[in-house]
């Protein structure tokens, strides 16, 4: 497994290995990776030649106020995970040589990018898809894996590959999730116990809608107001959003259908939690 | 020569090329072909193994007063050309095959896209990124060409291409004059006979400033001051902007320098035209 820091350096190694007609699988991470990240790096192993993973915390996807210095940076660990999955290639660029002083070009997924976690993260949607943007262009992968647990920054990416006609092929891989049913991510471990044990609850919601929806419910309105009861109970929990909208334009459905998604956030503390289900598992 | 209207099939027809490690040149155009297109297409016949030739006349970088509609596309002419300088491959893709109807996404260079031309041509610049990066997706060149004619748009493409890690040479052109010393352009078959003789003040303007540096002018206000009053004997012509910036930041330049661009805008009737040197000319 080779590390690099340097752009040009990837850039030249990848062309080698794409002129002998290798394919290529690209997993981009901001590190911090739990089994939800492997299983994406586990699917490249299978579908591609050379598995590329980018461990990069964003500078331009994270509003003033938000958790950039605090974000969790276990890089030792996230390197041996990787060896340990495959990977061929780990690219750890630094901020600066991916952003230079008078940076100004950004690329922005309108309509998509404005609800649901954009109202309360104005620019964060505009930050993923201009650093996904930066390095399709620097890896140029074949297939590229995006988590279902994020599913407005995959949906968004599908979206802006089709519209700029990147030559690359999305996979959304299932969200994992710890026996309890709590969705894994980076941020988790930002909880302390008794959050932890809170947190439980995006996924009751969740299975809570889904229940409802296999008994006949079909009014998004009553299922959003019975997870928001459900949710209400935990008194340490604070509701940013519960929305059923279509999974293709993310305009909200007054009805449940096949391609709808649940999403909804909450903080915990101060810690905020996104979880979903979507049309294919109601 | 193939002709191709079809986004798929030019991509999937260049891979092979790609595969066998052949360059690919690009020279994107809206049509409307003359001998400055045509110099970029020899250049890129001059520099790489293959030449891709895009006519396609931009709906997204049109205001909606604009001349979207009167822009001229003789497109047999345009095709007599490129079969004439050796092109290999001509795209011509329809809009809706370019645009879905919920097309969303687009390329924005900040601080460079509102100055100048973006001005008056609010989106304008917006329209260029963004289909320029589809183009480059489709087309995956080595190096692409474009004019110095329009200045600001090679110098926000070069911009895009280092912030959004495209990896692709762009490689600037000169400008190609008629013998009185009208730059060529597509919008000049708007002009009337006395409405051609008054365009010729475009140049005599930068001709004007280029004197008075070879004479040691350094005040950009004293030079813009001078070029303003040399237009404005023309009755018939008015002056949209006269300018001196960085030729990398576009920002005012008090003082002529080596990185000096002087660019003008003026009306000619109903039609626009620019010109512009650079510091390599003064």
Chains 1, 2 share one sequence.
Not at 7 to 36: Q, R
């Amino acid at each position: 497994m080779k590390i690099i820091k340097s752009l040009d350096k990837l850039f030249h190694y990848l062309k080698k290995f794409k002129l002998k007609g290798k394919s290529i699988g690209f997993v981009p991470t901001m590190g911090a990776l739990h089994e939800g990240h492997l299983s994406l790096i586990r699917q490249a192993r299978k579908d591609t030649d050379l598995v590329v993973v980018s461990i990069f915390v964003n500078p331009t996807q994270f509003g003033p106020k938000e958790d950039l210095n605090k974000y969790p940076r276990p890089l030792s660990k996230d390197l041996a995970l990787c060896r340990k999955e495959k990977a061929n290639f780990v690219f750890c660029p630094k901020p600066q040589d991916m952003y230079s002083r008078d940076f100004s070009t950004f690329v922005n997924v309108g309509g998509l990018s404005e609800v649901l976690c954009g109202k309360s993260r104005p620019g964060h949607f505009r930050g993923v898809a201009t650093v996904v943007t930066k390095l399709f262009n620097i890896v140029q992968p074949d297939i590229v894996y995006f988590g279902q647990k994020d599913a407005q920054q995959a949906i968004i990416i599908q979206r802006m590959v089709r519209d700029l006609n990147i030559p690359v092929k999305v996979r959304v891989m299932p969200t994992i999730r710890e026996k309890g049913g709590l969705a894994l991510s980076s941020r988790n471990a930002y909880l302390g116990k008794d959050e932890r044990k809170d947190a439980l609850v995006l996924s009751q919601a969740l299975n809570l809608a889904k229940l409802l929806i296999k008994n006949g419910s079909r009014d998004s309105g009553r299922i959003i107001s019975r997870m928001r009861h459900l949710i209400k109970k935990k008194k340490s929990v604070k509701i940013d959003y519960i929305e059923v909208v279509d999974s293709e334009n993310l305009k909200p459905l007054k009805k449940i259908s096949g391609n709808c998604l649940i999403a909804l956030a909450v903080w915990i503390g101060k810690t905020k939690l996104i979880d979903n289900v979507v049309g294919d598992d109601l």
